[in-house]
């Protein structure tokens, strides 16, 4: 499987480059937290695998393994990848949804205070100005 390859042939590579995982880490942009899950199993994503590779002093095909799927290591990547992207706009539509929440409130708020100070009310159609449009003429 190529879980299995990858953690053993990092976990090689790692014993072989005399780093620790953390300082591994700190050169491939993630913490040593990081490493440990890839060294039980889980794949980086391949920016993440091509850094890891570059501090060990190998490639990331070496990693993976010849004989592994290379494919189910990319669908791996893009699905975290695409995760990892969905997650942050998710983020981001939670956070607008929470601004809007609090404009609605603050507007409501406004209003309220309007309406009862002024006794003004909002229409409840909007008021027309300027020239009403042309009526199409009529065929003769």
């Given at each position: 499987m190529t879980k299995d390859i990858f953690s053993s042939r990092l976990r090689e590579a790692l014993d072989k480059s005399g780093l620790t995982q953390a300082q591994l880490g700190a050169a491939a942009g993630c913490g040593q937290e990081d490493i440990s899950r890839y060294l039980q199993g889980r794949i980086p994503g391949g920016d993440r695998l091509i850094l890891i590779?570059?501090?060990l002093g190998t490639t990331a095909e070496a990693l993976v393994g010849e004989g592994a799927e290379p494919v189910e290591v990319i669908r791996?990547?893009?699905r975290r990848a695409n995760y990892d992207q969905a997650?942050?706009?998710?983020?981001k539509i939670r956070k607008s949804l929470e601004e809007l929440r609090n404009i609605t409130k603050s507007v409501a708020k406004l209003e309220a205070?309007?309406?009862?100070n002024a006794g003004i009310r909002a229409p409840k159609k909007p008021v027309r100005r300027g020239r009403a449009p042309?009526?199409?003429?009529q065929p003769q």
């Open positions: 590779a570059k501090a791996e990547a893009f997650m942050a706009e998710m983020r205070i309007l309406g009862r042309a009526k199409p003429k």
